[in-house]
């Protein structure tokens, strides 16, 4: 009788499933007929229980497939940035986003180690700017469970990666969501490697139909390296508010740019548009005098 089910294990050598109905686990092969395809963490298939053994007859078409980690049709990312310690960059933060939009993962945005802050007037700062953007906003800190809740909350029935620069405590968050304590580099005896490498994913589920990778995504990103020059305008998501004279305007030195306007009138954060110009590698002789 044929089964649906998530891949929810994947090494170089094995596989295991997750029946979508019952959440039960069974080591799979690919049947011989699709010997030859790929299959990864997170990836659907169908396929039949033949022994012990999920024997895998197809595998659905994905909706995304990620490379660090290898991770097929993820919902959301949760973006961890420590706020001291190191400290928050959000140049960073905004090349995390501009490539998970485009990749179409929801970020979800995570303020972590607040308790370090001095001032958190800082905090409330960023969090209002990301908030008015359009972005889930979570502070964390090293005593607080009710931002745990509220993360488990926004990523119910999905499948999600966590991501953030290194220190920013992507471990630690994954080992709290969990109820299970993940650390870095700890070695799996049976596959003689280290837990958290790109050769093998996990994806534990918790609450119901919830599923998170074991393996941290990227701890930096450059958007360009992703996504063309010319379409990062496309993937900052308050730009889409205007309209420009140009349809291709990369609101960098065309006439009738609707979005430098926003940002002269302070619709616009500056912060935003000044690392959307770094990425761009453009100098906007303007930026000084507006945004002072």
């Not at 022994?51 to 973006?79: H, M, S, T, W, Y």
């Not at 961890?80 to 990749?103: H, T």
């Not at 003689?192 to 990227?218: E, K």
Request: aromatic share 10%; with cysteine.
């Amino acid at each position: 009788m044929s089964a649906k089910a998530l891949v929810t294990y994947r090494s170089a050598a094995a596989s295991r499933v997750t029946l979508l109905d019952s959440l039960k686990t069974y080591p799979s092969i690919l049947r011989k007929k699709i010997k030859k395809q790929k299959l990864y963490a997170g990836d659907f298939v169908e396929g039949e229980i033949i022994g012990d053994q999920f024997v895998i007859e197809k595998i659905e078409p994905r909706k995304n497939l990620l490379v660090r980690p290898p991770v097929a049709n993820v919902d959301n990312v949760l973006v961890v940035m420590a706020m001291r310690s190191p400290n928050f960059d959000s140049y960073l933060l905004d090349n995390f986003l501009a490539v998970y939009e485009y990749k179409k993962i929801e970020p979800i945005i995570i303020f972590n180690k607040i308790d370090l802050l001095e001032d958190k007037r800082e905090l409330e700062t960023w969090i209002d700017l990301y908030q008015n953007i359009g972005y889930e906003v979570v502070a964390l800190s090293a005593m607080q469970e009710d931002g745990i809740k509220k993360i488990k909350k926004y990523i119910q029935g999905d499948i999600t990666i966590v991501a953030g620069p290194s220190g920013a405590g992507k471990s630690t968050l994954l080992s709290k969501l969990l109820g299970i304590d993940l650390k870095t580099g700890e070695v799996n005896h049976k596959l003689g490697r280290g837990r958290h490498t790109t050769t093998a994913v996990t994806l534990y589920p918790f609450n119901h139909n919830s599923f998170i990778a074991d393996t941290p995504g990227f701890s930096k990103v450059e958007a360009t390296y992703f996504i063309d020059k010319r379409e990062v305008h496309r993937y900052f998501r308050e730009f889409l508010r205007y309209q420009c004279k140009f349809p291709d305007c990369t609101h960098t030195n065309e006439p009738g740019c609707a979005v430098e306007e926003a940002v002269k009138k302070g619709e616009i954060s500056c912060n935003r548009f000044k690392n959307y110009l770094k990425i761009m590698q453009f100098f906007w002789k303007e930026f000084d005098t507006i945004c002072k």
